[in-house]
Every structure is written in structure tokens, then in C-alpha cells.
């Protein structure tokens, strides 16, 4: 039995991309991206929007960017060993390793997915992730809370869904990113 | 002269409210969660059991009610509580910000005041060396924080998603520098402070 957790970098007032759609201003630093990898460790099969996916791309082959920090290749070691799942009803083919193609977001896959797989699944996109919280298929909620406003973009929670949560793990960073983790009350 | 500062409590999700707020009902439908940290655990409007805070919630709550000279509230805020019975709860002057000034209750326990401009010079004339805590409504805290006015800033995140209600930063377009204080940690709330660079 598996969980699924949703992680999210997103500003102050909730959003994972400005209007321009930018996003540089959530980039991790050193110390938030080695805490990323210590929580994506555990991680079996990820979860993926089109987007996210293409955005994602770029673990396939970090390894090999010169001069890379520890902590981004080690992220890159990561990626590489999970496996993917990437939701899209217009991608043909895909150029990274142990990925599939969904065509639908399927609930009830994911809910066998879950009763089988022995690693945590990770869903990313928030999209995707506002599909599977609104499945109720989400057990667990971690938010990385970047202290930036940037006044409008794409939303990091879905509107129309409610849940109580409880509050797992606190964990401020010199940066000012505030991480939360939080377990969705069923 | 005091600082000037503003808190207030949102859902993960970023809402301040559920939907249908109003009075009787200030955080309202199913809002109650917002303020589990104020009361120290499960509590509703339609029932009188209040309970006290406790632990951080309590430490966070004193050390904000002992360092205020002065209140500022928004006109909605004043009504949705009732006008706190028509009695100033914080025994510091209390300014409630209206398009209607003209309709200043008789006494002095509220101070009706034209415009939030106004209403922070003299909240901050009457808290001396004290701090002025502007505490709401959604729409008073953004208008101070876009306008500069406010020196620092508290989040109060309560663990639950609400999905609907009003949003704190819809009114927010420009983007604000923030400088990371601290964090403290309770059951109910987690409490974030920004020092907001100006």
C-alpha cells in the first residue's frame, strides 16, 4: 500500500506560476533542494501533467551538465530510477526512460496503482494534482511556501474541495521557504 | 513611533473565509477551522462553547494583544462581529475604517474613520510606542500591505482546504518583498512572520 503525495512549491498567495508564467522565483536553493531529495527518495512512480513532465525533461540528462552541484545531481540519480506516468491526450512518444503515456485521468487505476505499488507515488502538475485531490486519492500535502507575491497565475490547490488536515512536519529554511507537510483526513 | 502589523488566518489553500460569510457567520460556512487555534480546539457558530488557547496559540496571542496601542478594523469586520456588542473588547483605541464616518456610534468606544490613510495615522498617533495591529478584514490588510503601511506581517496557516470563500491576495497584483522572521508550530495553526522591506 502506497501513499499519494502531492508536492508543491508555490508563493505566498498560492500560485506555482506568475501571469507571465515564470517561475524562477520558486527555484530551490541548496538547502531546500537537498531536503527535496531526501523526501523524493522514498518516491516509486511519479505522477505527471504534459507540462510538468516537459518541464521535468531535463533530470533525464542533468547528470551530465558540467559543473552541476551535488545536490542537482543527485536529484538527477533520483528521477532517474522512479518510474513516470505522463497524462496527456496529445503526446506520441516520450524521450525519457520507464515512462509511460495515460490518455485519461483515471481514478481507479491509480487507487490499484496505490493498493499495489510498494513506493510512495508522487503526482506533480497542478492540474493533475487538482484532479487526484479532488478523486480524494491525495493522503499526504507538502507545500513549500516561497515568501513571494506575485498577485495571479496558475493556482497550486484546486478550487471546490474541502479537507481537513493535520499538521505532519514544519520546517523553515534560511531563505524564508516555510515547508509544510500535512495529511489529508479521509 | 510603533510599528505597524498585520495577521491574519488562511486555509493551505489561501482562503480567509469559506463561502457565504457574513454576520453571525464571519468566516463563513465551515470556516470554524480558521480559528481552532483562537479557541483551542473544535468549535461552531451555532453552538456558545468556546474553549481557551493554549500552548503556542496562547504564547502567540498574548505577545500580540501585549505589544498593541491601537486597532484598526474594516467597517465589515466591526459589523460581521456585532460591533463587539457595542463594547471595545482590547481597552486600546479602536479605528474601524468606513465609507460612512457620519454614522460614528455615540461614546468612544469605536473611532469611525474616512479612509485607511487616515485611520494609521491616528491608530499610530494614539499607540505611542505600541504597536498598531491592523486585524481585518481581508480587503484592509491588502490595501495596507499595497499601500506600505504595514512593517510586519503574520501568516496563520490552519490545516484544512477550504475550496471556496474569499482569497486574501486576490486585491494584491503587485508583487511584495518579504524578509522571513520566523516560524512557531502549534496543533492548529502554523505561524509564519514577514518583516515586509519597504
Known amino acids: 500500500m502506497a501513499k499519494l503525495?502531492?508536492?508543491?512549491?508555490?508563493?505566498?498567495?498560492?500560485?506555482?506560476?506568475?501571469?507571465?508564467?515564470?517561475?524562477?522565483?520558486?527555484?530551490?536553493?541548496?538547502?531546500?533542494?537537498?531536503?527535496?531529495?531526501?523526501?523524493?527518495?522514498?518516491?516509486?512512480?511519479?505522477?505527471?501533467?504534459?507540462?510538468?513532465?516537459?518541464?521535468?525533461?531535463?533530470?533525464?540528462?542533468?547528470?551530465?551538465?558540467?559543473?552541476?552541484?551535488?545536490?542537482?545531481e543527485e536529484f538527477s540519480g533520483i528521477w532517474l530510477r522512479a518510474e513516470k506516468v505522463v497524462y496527456s491526450r496529445t503526446l506520441d512518444a516520450v524521450s525519457t526512460a520507464r515512462t509511460r503515456i495515460e490518455r485519461n485521468f483515471d481514478p481507479d487505476s491509480i487507487r490499484d496503482l496505490k493498493a499495489s505499488a510498494e513506493r510512495d507515488i508522487a503526482v506533480g502538475g497542478a492540474d493533475l494534482a487538482g484532479q487526484a485531490l479532488s478523486s480524494g486519492l491525495v493522503d499526504e500535502l507538502q507545500v513549500f511556501m516561497v515568501p513571494a507575491l506575485v498577485g495571479g497565475g496558475k493556482r497550486s490547490l484546486p478550487e471546490g474541495i474541502r479537507f481537513d488536515l493535520d499538521l505532519?512536519?514544519?520546517?523553515?529554511?534560511?531563505?524564508?521557504?516555510?515547508?509544510?507537510?500535512?495529511?489529508?483526513?479521509? | 513611533m510603533g510599528k505597524v502589523a498585520a495577521g491574519i488566518t488562511i486555509s493551505v489553500d489561501g482562503y480567509i473565509t469559506g463561502p457565504n460569510d457574513g454576520p453571525g457567520c464571519g468566516l463563513g460556512v465551515g470556516g470554524e477551522r480558521l480559528h481552532y487555534w483562537v479557541f483551542?480546539?473544535?468549535?461552531?457558530?451555532?453552538?456558545?462553547?468556546?474553549?481557551?488557547?493554549?500552548?503556542?496559540?496562547?504564547?502567540?496571542?498574548?505577545?500580540?494583544?501585549?505589544?498593541?496601542?491601537?486597532?484598526?478594523?474594516?467597517?465589515?469586520?466591526?459589523?460581521?462581529?456585532?460591533?463587539?456588542?457595542?463594547?471595545?473588547?482590547?481597552?486600546?483605541?479602536?479605528?474601524?475604517?468606513?465609507?460612512?464616518?457620519?454614522?460614528?456610534?455615540?461614546?468612544?468606544?469605536?473611532?469611525?474613520?474616512?479612509?485607511?490613510?487616515?485611520?494609521?495615522?491616528?491608530?499610530?498617533?494614539?499607540?505611542?510606542?505600541?504597536?498598531?495591529?491592523?486585524m481585518g478584514g481581508a480587503s484592509i490588510i491588502t490595501q495596507a500591505l499595497a499601500a506600505g503601511h504595514v512593517d510586519q506581517f503574520t501568516l496563520i496557516i490552519a490545516p484544512v482546504l477550504l475550496g471556496a470563500g474569499k482569497r486574501l491576495f486576490d486585491v494584491v497584483s503587485d508583487s511584495l518583498e518579504l524578509e522571513h522572521i520566523g516560524v512557531r508550530q502549534s496543533p492548529f495553526a502554523t505561524f509564519i512572520d514577514y518583516r515586509v522591506l519597504h
Do not use: C
Not at chain 1, 53 to 64: D, K, N
Open chain 2, 40 to 134: 483551542g480546539g473544535p468549535w461552531r457558530y451555532d453552538s456558545p462553547e468556546r474553549g481557551e488557547p493554549a500552548g503556542e496559540d496562547k504564547i502567540w496571542l498574548e505577545e500580540a494583544l501585549g505589544a498593541n496601542g491601537a486597532v484598526i478594523a474594516g467597517r465589515g469586520t466591526y459589523e460581521a462581529a456585532g460591533h463587539w456588542g457595542d463594547k471595545n473588547p482590547w481597552g486600546i483605541p479602536v479605528f474601524i475604517v468606513t465609507n460612512r464616518p457620519q454614522e460614528q456610534p455615540e461614546g468612544e468606544e469605536f473611532v469611525f474613520v474616512g479612509g485607511l490613510s487616515a485611520a494609521i495615522e491616528q491608530a499610530k498617533a494614539a499607540a505611542g510606542d505600541k504597536q498598531v495591529h491592523v
Open chain 1, 168 to 186: 505532519l512536519e514544519t520546517m523553515p529554511f534560511d531563505s524564508g521557504v516555510v515547508f509544510s507537510k500535512y495529511r489529508l483526513k479521509p
Open chain 1, 5 to 72: 503525495i502531492y508536492s508543491v512549491i508555490a508563493s505566498l498567495d498560492g500560485y506555482v506560476e506568475d501571469q507571465q508564467g515564470a517561475f524562477d522565483w520558486a527555484a530551490p536553493d541548496e538547502a531546500v533542494h537537498r531536503f527535496i531529495n531526501d523526501l523524493e527518495r522514498p518516491v516509486g512512480t511519479y505522477l505527471y501533467g504534459r507540462r510538468m513532465y516537459e518541464t521535468m525533461i531535463y533530470w533525464e540528462t542533468a547528470h551530465a551538465v558540467p559543473d552541476q552541484p551535488a545536490v542537482a
